[in-house]
């Protein structure tokens, strides 16, 4: 039905009244029940304060349940800890409804897509980058990030094990960015990845909290992963783009700013002077770089509930928190914030860090993940052939045992088929470290899990060519593993490894030489009796050193190896060669390959 119009005497009766509500508002009025009167109710007031929280993870490594791929079963902890993004998923959700949806993000600062069985299946096995023309399935670490709602992560340097295809097929995957404002286009020196985002949080009747997050990585990944990256990927110092970026989140609005670096916090490096920039940086871009309210640090592997470090220019604490790796811990950041001048300003901000153990794991994870996770513990249990005995790397940090000599054997075996003519007449040796103390290569049925837990990375294979005069640099380096004990001092295990913060990974032995290590001498005297099948090795003799890509690209800064003349390269991973080594020859027979050819000695008397 038509409505009429109102007529002219309407109109002039009802601006009357109108005004004159309205005068009377205006110099009389005295609150909320006379606007109400005149249809004017009076707006809320925006709150003068808010507060949110950033969580955060580190170093996942596919570690999606509290289970070890290795050992088949879940892991044993003395202080009772587990692991595990399911159990991180109880903790982020425990905590959304604490405090309000909106007022938690969730973030990670690297190293998601390998380190376990289950990260190499869907790498390797049934890749995400698809198969035989076929599509491939989707990575359950997008999954499980995705259904937890991540708002960003930043690369980590084990992003690129796989190559750059695969970690590009992971980003789609993703419903969060991937962030790396100092992983750059090798040719156009700009960002390959997204440098960072800004996230709003909102506020009732206020202006939102613009929160913005920039994301660093590794460095060292131009050295580790050189194979995958050269001529494509460069790789800048996280202070240089720090002071690009931080800037510019500024400049954008952001009320905070939250840096997630894939580089610990101590200043730390472990190439030495292979790259110009630090490997450890985050304490160093918290020092250096003004305007960083706080820093979710990565890689290194330990826990650090809470930490400060005060930037030089401006006086501020820059606080940092990195939650130890696997999923055994998740990062809370708290930040309160004032409303000044319709800015917002944090008064107060304070991290800590939760353990995965004190919660369940999520059903909705264990629901979504639960068949890939089968599907891999199915595929590692897989009997590839036998072993004539067992082979333990309990003492391998100390003694030359069975279990890393088949690492050698399998090394040396690839590059010999792999050397020209001319190279293959050069004597051929072989370098490698015990990555897990606790793996073993059973006597009777051997699995694909028994091998990778031997040999836990996906390294590549190099054949580099050293002098005699290199190699026992190289060797002195490595020695310096070791604490130096007196002769006559009673030698303890528990004490003796890792000086120098030299950890297991990067303490290799050589097989093919034999030499002892004079743990009573000073650091860079050490290699004793250096021969080669049974003669002392002349300076200038020149050996094909099997060796994996980490180190052969200067990864742990061991010397000469990096720049040496390359005789062979493969593509083919360490492992897979070793699966296939027990494959071919059906049973592993250490009484063919393993042999005593070096040992620990204090001035001369052998310790063990």
């Not at 005497?9 to 609150?31: D, L």
């Not at 993004?85 to 409804?97: Q, S």
Request: aromatic share 10%; net charge negative; charged share 20%.
């Amino acid at each position: 039905m038509p409505v009429n119009p109102m007529n002219r005497r309407e109109f002039v009766q009802k601006s009357a009244v109108t005004g004159a509500a309205v005068a009377v508002a205006g110099t009389v009025g005295t609150g909320t029940a006379q606007a109400a009167e005149a249809g004017h109710p009076k707006p809320p007031k925006a709150p003068k304060t808010w507060s949110f929280s950033i969580l955060g993870t580190t170093d996942l490594h596919s570690h999606v349940f509290n289970w070890d791929y290795y050992t088949n079963a879940a892991p044993k902890d003395s202080k009772g800890n587990t692991y595990g993004i399911a159990r991180i998923a109880t903790l982020v959700k425990n905590i959304r409804k604490e405090k309000g949806e909106h007022r938690v993000l969730l973030v990670d600062a690297g190293d998601i897509i390998q380190g376990t069985s289950l990260a190499y299946y869907y790498a390797n096995v049934d890749p995400i980058t698809g198969k035989d023309g076929k599509r491939g399935p989707k990575h359950p670490m997008a999954i499980a990030m995705n259904e937890m709602r991540y708002d960003a992560a930043a690369l980590g340097n084990h992003e690129f094990n796989y190559g750059i295809e695969v970690i590009r097929t992971f980003e789609k995957q993703c419903d969060f960015p991937l962030l790396g404002a100092n992983a750059l286009d090798a040719k156009t020196l700009k960002p390959a990845f997204r440098p960072y985002t800004v996230k709003h949080i909102k506020v009732p009747h206020g202006p939102d909290i613009k929160v913005g997050i920039l994301g660093l990585t590794n460095p060292g990944i131009a050295l580790w992963d050189k194979d995958n990256v050269s001529g494509k990927m460069a790789f800048t110092g996280l202070v240089e783009q720090a002071k690009k970026y931080v800037p510019r989140l500024r400049a954008l609005g952001c009320d905070v700013v939250f840096l997630t670096d894939h580089s610990g916090l101590d200043g730390s490096t472990s190439w030495g002077d292979e790259l110009p920039y630090v490997e450890n940086a985050s304490n160093l871009v918290a020092e250096q770089v003004p305007g960083i309210d706080a820093i979710l640090v990565g890689h290194t592997h330990v826990d650090v509930p809470t930490y400060t470090v005060k930037n030089a220019e401006t006086g501020e604490e820059v606080l940092l928190s990195e939650p130890y790796c696997y999923g055994y811990r998740l990062s809370v950041f708290d930040f309160e914030l004032e409303l000044v001048n319709h800015s917002w300003k944090i008064t107060k901000k304070t991290a800590t860090t939760l353990n995965s153990n004190t919660v369940a794991e999520d059903p909705r994870i264990t629901e979504l993940l639960t068949a890939d996770h089968n599907l891999v513990v199915k595929y590692v249990n897989t009997a590839i052939g036998t072993s004539t005995q067992d082979m333990s790397t309990a003492e391998a940090c100390w003694k030359d045992v069975p279990a890393i000599d088949f690492i050698h054997e399998v090394q040396r075996d690839a590059v010999k088929a792999g050397l020209s003519t001319a190279d293959a007449a050069l004597p051929l040796i072989s370098v490698a470290a015990c990555f897990s103390r606790t793996a073993d290569i059973p006597a009777g049925n051997v699995t694909i899990r028994d091998i990778a837990g031997l040999y836990i990375y996906e390294n590549t294979l190099y054949g580099k060519k050293l002098t005699g005069a290199q190699l026992k640099d190289y060797l002195e380096y490595a020695a310096m593993y070791y604490h130096q004990v007196p002769s006559g001092t009673k030698v303890d295990t528990a004490t003796l490894t890792n000086a120098n913060s030299f950890w297991d990974y990067m303490y290799d032995t050589a097989s093919g030489v034999s030499y002892e290590i004079d743990i009573a001498a000073a650091e860079g005297s050490r290699i004793k009796n250096l021969t080669y099948n049974g003669a002392a090795i002349p300076d200038d003799q020149v050996f094909v050193v099997a060796v994996n890509n980490y180190r052969a690209n200067g990864g742990s800064g061991y010397p000469h190896i990096a720049a040496a003349e390359t005789a062979y390269s493969s593509t083919n991973q360490v492992r897979d060669l070793m699966i296939a080594y027990a494959t071919a020859k059906g049973t592993i027979d250490p009484s063919t390959f393993a042999a005593t050819n070096w040992k620990l000695t204090q001035d001369g008397t052998p310790v063990f």
